[in-house]
């Protein structure tokens, strides 16, 4: 069974929102992987959010959520595609403990000159189209969880009212987004646009995470808003899909240079590259390492710059 996503909307609330569960998608995302409770519950999270996000933006490509440069996770990458794809990836060093809070993940760490530097939250929007331009947001890892990170950034960046509730097991990834509506959206209003905005938060402020695991969209948005002009649309099918490609780590290799290559091979018979996202195993022999670098024109400029995974 595939993972859904339903967009919903309260029409006389002036609010729309989107619910999402990932059960078979996040099973294969910590199949590849065995991460400690902490980081499974972030990265749950993350995959969650970012597929959220995704799916408001109404775009055609990529969004990619990225945290760097802290401890002792050193990087957590998701990406969510608008056609219904996620991947994602945490790296860390040491014992976690599996209570270890938001906080104590992401660490500002020092760096060579002993300055203690924050690390950084990032949303990239990678358009598919040539025409579209990529852009980034950077968000505050001040937050005590990643949904309240999301919370402080849209309220200090002039973006319409949204908020993310999110909720992790070992079984299940669920989460809860509210938007208000553009005010050109809105039509008649028996309310004013913030009074709606703040019942419909309120009331979703009501969920336990277990609702959130375990209820269906329908259950779960008709115990929170039976009372209210509730619509919802649709599902729209979320699976686990990795977009490394042979190209790909071609290129990769390419990107060591030939040298390295031929002594990878000297030494070991064959460069392997494991996918970090899919774990798939990639191995190149002495021929195709010799077809790869006859190849004349090398278009460097098209590079996929996603570094999916580690050469060996
Ligand atoms: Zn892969």
């Known amino acids: 069974m595939s993972d859904t996503l339903h967009r919903f909307q309260l029409e006389n609330l002036h609010v729309r929102g989107e619910w999402l569960s990932l059960s078979q998608s996040w099973q294969e995302i910590q199949n590849t ?3 400690p ?19 408001s933006l109404k775009f055609d490509g990529s969004l990619v959520l990225q ?26 060093q040491g014992e976690i403990s599996s209570d270890a809070s938001f906080k104590e993940l992401f660490q500002p760490v020092d760096d060579k000159n002993g300055n203690s530097r ?19 947001s950077l ?8 949904a309240e990170c999301f919370t402080q950034y849209f309220a200090q960046s002039e973006q319409l009212n949204t908020r993310l509730w999110l909720a992790v097991d070992d079984k299940t990834a ?25 019942h419909a938060s309120i009331l979703a402020d009501t969920i336990k995470d277990e609702e959130l695991l375990e209820l269906p969209a329908q259950e779960l948005l008709h115990r929170l808003y039976h009372e209210e002009d509730l619509r ?18 071609e290129y990769t290799i390419r990107s060591i240079g030939e040298e390295e290559a031929n002594s990878i091979i000297a030494e070991q018979g064959s460069v392997t590259v494991d996918c970090d996202f899919c774990n798939t195993n990639y191995v190149l022999d002495s021929v195709d390492v010799t077809r790869l670098f006859s190849v004349a024109d090398v278009n460097i400029s098209n590079a996929d710059a996603n570094g999916t995974g580690s050469v060996h």
Request: glycine share 8%; aromatic share 6%; charged share 20%.
């Open 139 to 146: 968000v505050s890892l001040e937050g005590d969880s990643l």
């Open 232 to 249: 919802i649309y649709d599902a729209k099918s979320i699976r686990f899909e990795c977009t490394c490609s042979q190209e790909k780590i």
């Open 174 to 198: 669920s989460g809860l987004m509210l938007q208000s509506l553009p005010s050109e959206e809105t039509e008649t209003l028996s309310v004013t646009q913030s009074d709606g905005w703040d």
């Open 67 to 92: 945290i760097h440069g802290t401890a002792p996770v050193s990087m957590l990458v998701v990406q969510a595609t608008s056609d219904g794809s996620i991947r994602g990836l945490a790296n860390w």
């Open 118 to 136: 924050q690390g950084t939250m990032a949303i990239s929007v990678e358009p598919s189209s040539t025409q579209g331009e990529r852009y980034q």
């Open 37 to 55: 409770p902490a980081i499974r519950q972030v990265l749950g999270e993350a995959l969650v959010a970012i597929s959220l996000l995704a799916d």
């Open 33 to 35: 992987t065995d991460y």
